[in-house]
T-cell receptor, first 116, second 111 residues
Framework: GAVVSQHPSWVICKSGTSVKIECRSLDFQATTMFWYRQFPKQSLMLMAT?????????EQGVEKDKFLINHASLTLSTLTVTSAHPEDSSFYICSARVGQRPFGAFFGQGTRLTVV | EDQVTQSPEALRLQEGESSSLNCSYT??????LFWYRQDPGKGPEFLFTLYSAGEEKEKERLKATLTKKESFLHITAPKPEDSATYLCAVQATTGNTPLVFGKGTRLSVIA
């Protein structure tokens, strides 16, 4: 299957600082990438859809000024958590869509963010 | 609104004890139904995509089936290494829509 690499796998930061998470498609071009957030024992909550070369589409309730998404190339999307607070601590996962069929979305390894 | 409901929420099996996980869905036109495995602290690992009712796919001890309203993930003679959370997701036919996930089934296989 297609490989999606997410970095870093974990990060600890201080309140008020910003953190950038990278999502790369290693062996394919991803015109669309998705960013999810997952709380313990909960399913994935879609935060935003990222299309290469255009502005991201955010889900209702997700602050676009706090969670900055950039999809500058067909293989890289970044999520920047700005002015992080402890309530932003979570598991963030990206995924990239491969073509039309099998429509499979492949996921990165996830990033555990802890804000102290 | 597209919805996915998985049951049971948690399942504990003895090694070798076969069982099935359920995924019920409502979607405005199904483009595909997906099964993923997720280990703690990891991203979901793709298992299967099903496109139409009656379709079946197999991989080792896992077999996924699809009807017009639900999908089953059958686990035959599970082993402890099959312990994980299994996620079901659907994609609607309208546009470039993201996947809608269920809450998952946490499977524990005891030796």
């Amino acid at each position: 299957g297609a490989v999606v690499s997410q970095h870093p796998s974990w990060v600890i930061c201080k309140s008020g600082t910003s953190v950038k998470i990278e999502c790369r498609s290693l062996d394919f071009q991803a015109t669309t990438m998705f960013w999810y957030r997952q709380f313990p024992k909960q399913s994935l909550m879609l935060m935003a859809t990222s299309n290469e070369g255009s502005k991201a589409t955010y889900e209702q309730g997700v602050e676009k000024d706090k969670f900055l998404i950039n999809h500058a190339s067909l293989t890289l999307s970044t999520l920047t958590v700005t002015s992080a607070h402890p309530e932003d601590s979570s598991f963030y996962i990206c995924s990239a869509r491969v073509g039309q069929r099998p429509f499979g979305a492949f996921f990165g390894q996830g990033t555990r963010l802890t804000v102290v | 609104e597209d919805q996915v409901t998985q049951s049971p929420e948690a399942l504990r099996l003895q090694e070798g004890e076969s069982s099935s996980l359920n995924c019920s869905y409502t979607v405005s036109g199904l483009r595909g139904l997906f099964w993923y495995r997720q280990d703690p602290g990891k991203g979901p690992e793709f298992l299967f995509t099903l496109y139409s009712a009656g379709e079946e796919k197999e991989k080792e001890r896992l077999k996924a089936t699809l009807t017009k309203k639900e999908s089953f993930l059958h686990i035959t003679a599970p082993k402890p290494e099959d312990s994980a959370t299994y996620l079901c997701a659907v994609q609607a036919t309208t546009g470039n829509t993201p996947l809608v996930f269920g809450k998952g089934t946490r499977l524990s296989v005891i030796a």
